[in-house]
T-cell receptor
Framework: DAKTTQPPSMDCAEGRAANLPCNHS???????VYWYRQIHSQGPQYIIH???NNETNEMASLIITEDRKSSTLILPHATLRDTAVYYC????????????FGSGTKLNVKP | NAGVTQTPKFRVLKTGQSMTLLCAQD?????MYWYRQDPGMGLRLIHY???????AKGEVPDGYNVSRLKKQNFLLGLESAAPSQTSVYFC???????????FGPGTRLTVT
C-alpha cells in the first residue's frame, strides 16, 4: 500500500497561500489522494480528494502531478484558524482498512 | 444538524472494567467507523459498518466489539479494558464508498 511523506511542519503568513506538499511515489493506479486536517485534538476534518485531475472546492485546491507520485494542497488565503495538522492519505476507493493518517504536517499560520 | 456526536468525552477506567462508547449521527449516513488515535501511530480503524445491522473488523479489532442496531448509532464496547486501550477514540460517518468521512469530537479514554 502506498505510504506518504510530508514535512513535519511549515509556517505561513496570514493571508498568503499555504502550499503543503506530499510525496506518494508508490501510489497505485486505483488509489486516491485524500487530505484531512486536525485542529488541536478535534476530530479530523475532510478537505478534498482526487485521483489524477486537479480538484478545487470552497476550502482548497489539490494539485496532483502527472505521474501521480506527489501532490500539493493549496489553501489560497490562510487564516489563523487554518493552523492545524494536515494529513495526506493515499488509499484505494473500496478498501476501508487502508486509511493511514501518518504523522502529517503541522501548519503554523502566523499574523 | 449536530453532525457526529460522541458520548462520553472523557473516561477513566480501571483494568478489567467494561464500558460502551456511543456514536450518533444525524446525516442519514450508511457507513460508520470507529478509529483510535495514538501518538506517532496516526488513526487506525477498529471496526466499521456499511449499514444498519452490519459490522466488520478493521485493522485493530481485538479487545473491542461493536453494534449497529439503529442506522444513526454505532456503539463501541470494551469488555475488559487494558492499559493498551488508553487512547483517543474517534467515530466517523460517511454517505458511502468514496465519500468523505465526518468525524466526531473524540473520546479520551484512560485505562489505569
Amino acid at each position: 500500500d502506498a505510504k506518504t511523506t510530508q514535512p513535519p511542519s511549515m509556517d505561513c503568513a496570514e493571508g498568503r497561500a499555504a502550499n503543503l506538499p506530499c510525496n506518494h511515489s508508490t501510489i497505485s493506479g486505483n488509489e486516491y489522494v485524500y487530505w484531512y486536517r486536525q485542529i488541536h485534538s478535534q476530530g479530523p476534518q475532510y478537505i478534498i480528494h482526487g485521483l489524477k485531475n486537479n480538484e478545487t472546492n470552497e476550502m482548497a485546491s489539490l494539485i496532483i502531478t502527472e505521474d501521480r507520485k506527489s501532490s500539493t494542497l493549496i489553501l489560497p488565503h490562510a487564516t489563523l484558524r487554518d493552523t492545524a495538522v494536515y494529513y495526506c492519505i493515499v488509499r484505494p476507493l473500496y478498501n476501508f482498512n487502508k486509511f493511514y493518517f501518518g504523522s502529517g504536517t503541522k501548519l503554523n499560520v502566523k499574523p | 444538524n449536530a453532525g457526529v456526536t460522541q458520548t462520553p468525552k472523557f473516561r477513566v477506567l480501571k483494568t478489567g472494567q467494561s464500558m460502551t462508547l456511543l456514536c450518533a449521527q444525524d446525516m442519514n449516513h450508511e457507513y460508520m467507523y470507529w478509529y483510535r488515535q495514538d501518538p506517532g501511530m496516526g488513526l487506525r480503524l477498529i471496526h466499521y459498518s456499511v449499514g444498519e445491522g452490519t459490522t466488520a473488523k478493521g485493522e485493530v479489532p481485538d479487545g473491542y466489539n461493536v453494534s449497529r442496531l439503529k442506522k444513526q448509532n454505532f456503539l463501541l464496547g470494551l469488555e475488559s479494558a487494558a492499559p493498551s486501550q488508553t487512547s483517543v477514540y474517534f467515530c466517523a460517518s460517511g454517505a458511502g464508498v468514496g465519500y468523505e468521512q465526518y468525524f466526531g469530537p473524540g473520546t479520551r479514554l484512560t485505562v489505569t
